[in-house]
Nanobody, 117 residues
Framework: QVQLVESGGGLVQPGGSLRLSCVAS????????MSWYRQAPGKERDFVAG????????KYDDSVKGRFTISRDNAKNTVYLQMNSLQPEDTAVYFC??????????WGQGTQVTVSS
């Protein structure tokens, strides 16, 4: 059974940093494209960042370029999202997503990030 478990969310002041982690189990991790999405209250779930299996390809939404960094440790079945210079508009529930080569998709349960003074 595939499980994705996010952690690292919390309350941070504007300009602060957080690092999210997503630990995967029940899958061959290095085969999967791993991504982070976020969903603010009353809004759709939006793509934030993604990385392919060997880490050579990374993509970011324009709103986070230069502030967020996605990385992965295939030995630990973990993908990270380092978030710097956080702003109130970054407040959302952040979700981890795994996509297999056959387009099978799995989601984590999400972790809340709140940016507020």
């Amino acid at each position: 059974q595939v499980q994705l478990v996010e952690s690292g969310g919390g309350l941070v002041q504007p300009g602060g940093s957080l690092r999210l982690s997503c630990v995967a189990s029940g899958l061959t991790f290095n085969y999967y494209v791993m991504s982070w999405y976020r969903q603010a209250p009353g809004k759709e779930r939006d793509f934030v960042a993604g990385m392919n299996g060997d880490g050579r390809i990374r993509k970011y939404d324009d709103s986070v370029k230069g502030r967020f960094t996605i990385s992965r440790d295939n030995a630990k079945n973990t993908v990270y999202l380092q978030m710097n210079s956080l702003q109130p508009e970054d407040t959302a529930v952040y979700f981890c997503k795994a996509r297999s080569p056959a387009d099978q998709i799995y989601w984590g349960q999400g972790t809340q990030v709140t940016v507020s003074s």
